[in-house]
């Protein structure tokens, strides 16, 4: 990737807490800053619950931040009005998780994958007819299948309707959230080389979701750590997957399975459950079930550092 590419996408401090009684909230993003340059794949990993999808549908403004601040292109996507945001909305898609729950039932193909052309007024029938060929066969679908609704597609193909859908204006930049976990592995495989495709050909810009650290490996330029809505470390893939910092992070990728016994790392395994995100405090959110917590960290926040180049990471053993 050139080291010139401009920013795409610019999280600032971003936060969003969910009330869930009086003066009681879930930390659910708690102040996180990234960058995400043009053409590049970002990798945004953590186990269930630190918030990373959260993160995605914030940085769309599918759900409303509370506070930061979230530049496309070097402007505050946040400031825009309804009809701005509408309007940017072709620069700015996201792939679903669940690629059958997402579709209406009631729409066939040609439906599903036409409508956000129509929304959008893209041209008249002909066009969209033309338009939608095009994207199902950039995206792995028959013309036979146009007909057929959702529940008679397997989970791969609702996925590349889904895929149709999110390019089908022209994007730049494009969340996938999970887009590859209700898949099987055969499918896995495919979709995810369609995705690299795609970013290749068309120049999109993805945050890529994932709980799965090989398939994030397998695509991200640069991962972003997340644990209880808090970044604790980024680096390149390379990187992070060859010299970790952050025990979070070690103990992450001693869960990856490998064929390679020489690679092998000794399994970590954490004590207790992930706790819930509510009314934190100070100190690091990983003190209670680190292997290596200290004094200070119960008390102290650490913050996000360089400890080498572009190799960052939020923790007390590296003052």
Do not use: W
């Not at 969209?128 to 008679?152: D, F, Q, T």
């Not at 390679?260 to 100070?282: A, Q």
């Not at 100190?283 to 400890?307: D, I, Y």
């Amino acid at each position: 990737m050139s080291l010139h590419r401009k920013k795409k996408i610019e999280v600032r401090n971003l936060k969003k807490y969910f009330e869930i009684a009086k003066s009681t909230f879930v930390h659910a993003v708690d102040d996180i800053s990234f960058d995400i340059m043009e053409g590049e794949i970002l990798g945004l990993v953590g186990e269930s619950g630190s918030g990373k999808t959260t993160a995605g549908r914030s940085v769309l403004r599918l759900i409303e931040p509370d506070s930061g601040e979230v530049l496309f292109d070097g402007q505050n996507i946040l400031d825009f009005d309804h009809h701005e945001m509408k309007r940017r909305r072709r620069d700015l898609q996201i792939i679903f998780q669940d690629p059958v729950s997402v579709l209406n039932p009631r729409k066939n193909v040609f439906q599903l994958i036409s409508e956000p052309l129509r929304i959008h007024q893209y041209g008249g029938r002909k066009a969209i007819r033309e338009r939608v060929c095009y994207l199902a066969e950039k995206v792995g679908l028959s013309g036979e299948i146009m007909s057929c609704y959702p529940h008679e597609l397997d989970g791969g193909r609702c996925q590349r309707v889904g895929i149709a859908r999110a390019i089908a204006l022209d994007p730049s930049f494009i969340v996938c959230d999970e887009p590859v976990s209700a898949l099987d592995v055969s499918e896995q495989a495919q979709v995810l080389n369609l995705l690299e495709q795609l970013s290749t050909e068309l120049n999109l810009t993805y945050l890529f979701i994932s709980h799965d650290l090989s398939v994030v490996r397998r695509l991200s330029h640069r991962i972003v750590v997340l644990y209880l809505g808090m970044v604790m470390e980024t680096a390149s893939a390379k990187e992070l997957f060859d010299t970790p910092l952050h025990p979070y992070t070690r103990a992450l990728l001693s869960a990856v399975p490998t064929l390679n016994i020489d690679k092998r790392r000794e399994r970590i395994i954490l004590k207790g459950d992930v706790p819930t995100p509510i009314n934190f405090g100070e100190g690091c959110r990983f003190f209670r079930r680190c292997p290596q917590a200290m004094e200070v960290c119960g008390g102290v926040t650490p913050l996000l550092k360089e400890k080498n180049t572009s190799h960052f990471v939020a923790c007390h053993l590296y003052k």
